[in-house]
């Protein structure tokens, strides 16, 4: 029994000596809308360089606490840090972190109303007053304007949001930020907002379900949760004032639009962004990588990987309905990967 | 002795049973110890997870102080927690899923124990432990399409023709809301109660019923006035479960209570449970207030289980006296 356990404890030693030398192995955590693409470049990646990168999907700001105490080595957010945060980063880490986007991503409006088969088309005004309360009815004038010729009903409408914390939620307030005072002033952004008014369903599948299931509802759900479901959805007017319906063209136009104004650390957002087709609700998904890492390998192979994922990793994004990094904003992330120490 | 000492395998046969006494001996010892520690554990762990909430929320306490009761905005823009409209979505809830399932249980346990044929109690027992067995997610899934659709068309309707006068039965049904959180609680939580219930009444001793129907009472008589007053500690304790279970339910109270922390006087308006927002906004809650606020909404849900239970008790003592008085005489 001894000689057994004794065997067995020197082969769990050897194992772990051969999976150590095998390759290295990099720690993430953070949002889960990008999680499968990252699980995919993750893979590939490990393929062909042998570094392994472990990833938890465990959401946005868990993967931002996850980072700023050490607890794994990078971290992944659908909203860029605010300044707090990066502030609490360097206290504790005495170095910065810095935003690689690698992917994009888009909300999207989506409703069901009894005898509306078509798509909708969504002014900014008008989702700012359903969303506040102040449009209550369906043939509201600021809906029925932009919609000439669609019977809409006389009915109340039902707002759905989401009740989980969520990137979609902070793309759809942060446009809504944008396009509103009054929102701005009374909800503001965030992965949780307080919402004047509506019901909250958990995850796109909830929203989703809840909308199927009330008549006269209206909510918003990922793009790419929409896209792969085949979820309705509606059109959203921008900057431009077209009228665009959300796809991968669209999206990575918004951030090509953006990308004039982009700032040296990428933290931006991209919501309402010029640009004729532009689709006005996008944002990037960004990695978080400290500035500094203790462990040259590590370095090296993380270095290597985000240059990887945003030049040739960039083919599996559409496979997988995520939007494309526009070539000048790549460019500039290139540059900007030489800081990482 | 001779069988027990073939178990010691390594001793003479002399010393074995001489051992085997003195083992026994310190094995009771033993015995005792491990299972004190045991016990001892629960109340240790019990301890140690109420100051694990407590120092992991010092912010909000500071902040709020006892206005976190108090107040209901809940806004984690303007970091300002509250805590009141959960606590009420809470108990609201459980007590509609209570009402619903404490007279449904008790009745389904009274009839599989003392009146259907054995036949017929068995196979019903095993779907009734099974169905205690089902994962809550799949109540949500349930509810989502069976309860929220029925509660629109039918059930608030209904309630709206006949008790509509009362205030909360009143407002718009969305199909979620308080009423269907505590619908879907209530089918969660009365397969416990006719389990737990029916064991109790059936390991009531025969000669009560026997006596019973020998002064003369009908069979039911016997049931309602004798083997159920008897039982009634072990009936309380089910319910206990049941509230517990209640209290606590994540995952299926937020697929039907409409996420919303208001308090309504209607039972159609939604709600949002304690348990339901700190599973929702905990994985993306950035911040230390906003973090420690829900640690603190957690501390308020242990503290609720407590006050609910200790009231349950003390309800339990009260009518135990004066029933237990009626039924010995």
Known sequence: ?341 | MATSSINVPSAGPAEASRSFLSRLRDGDEIARLVTFIFAASVVLLTALLIYELWIASPLPRQKFGLAFFVTKLWDPVADQYGALAFVYGTVATSTVALLIAVPLGIGAAIFLAELAPQKLSDPLQFFIDLLAAVPSVIYGVLGVFIVIPLMRSVIAPVLKTTLGFLPPFQGPAYGVGVLTAGIVLAIMVIPYIISVSREVLLSVPRDQREAALALGSTRWEATWKVVVPFARTGIMGSIFLALARALGETMAVTMVIGNTPTISSSLFAPGYSIAAVIANEFTEATGDLYLQALIQLGLVLFLLTFILNGLARLLMLLTASRGGGTGRA
């Open chain 1, 1 to 341: 029994m001894k000689r057994l356990s004794g065997l067995l404890v020197l082969a769990f030693a050897l194992a772990g000596v051969a999976i150590a030398q095998s390759g290295l192995l990099i720690n993430g955590a953070g949002a889960t809308f990008p999680y499968p693409i990252y699980s995919k470049w993750f893979d590939e990646y490990h393929k062909s360089s042998g570094a392994q990168i472990n990833y938890q999907s465990v959401g946005s700001g868990a993967g931002i606490k996850q980072v700023t105490e050490g607890t794994v080595d990078f971290g992944a957010s659908d909203g860029p840090m605010n300044d707090e945060q990066l502030k609490a980063y360097r206290t504790k880490n005495g170095t910065g972190i810095l935003h690689f986007p690698t992917v994009l991503g888009a909300a999207v409006p989506t409703y069901n109303v009894p005898g509306v088969t078509g798509s909708l088309n969504f002014t900014p005004e008008a989702l700012a007053g359903i969303f506040l309360g102040r449009i209550s009815k369906w043939n509201d004038p600021a809906i029925a304007n932009a919609n000439k010729g669609v019977n809409l009903p006389a009915n109340d409408i039902v707002v759905i949001h989401r009740s989980d914390g969520s990137g979609t939620t902070y793309i759809w307030t942060d446009y809504l930020s944008k396009v509103s005072a009054d929102w701005k002033e009374k909800v503001s952004k965030g992965t949780s907002v307080n919402w004047p008014v509506g019901l909250g369903g958990k995850g796109n599948e909830g929203v989703t379900g809840l909308i199927k299931q009330t008549p006269n509802s209206i909510g918003y759900v990922e793009l790419i949760y929409a896209a792969q479901n085949k979820v309705p959805f509606g059109t959203v007017k921008n900057s431009a004032g077209t009228f665009v319906k959300a796809d991968l063209a669209s999206v990575s136009e918004a951030a090509s639009g953006a990308s004039k104004t982009m700032p040296e650390d990428f933290r931006v957002s991209i919501t309402n962004a010029p640009g004729k087709n532009a689709y006005p609700i996008s944002s990037f998904t960004w990695l978080l990588i400290p500035e500094k890492f203790k462990d040259a390998a590590k370095r090296d192979a993380m270095k290597n990987f985000v240059k990887w994922a945003i030049t040739d990793g960039q083919g599996d994004a559409e496979a997988l309905s995520y939007a494309k990094l526009p070539k000048e904003v790549v460019d500039k992330e290139l540059k900007a990967l030489s800081k990482v120490q």
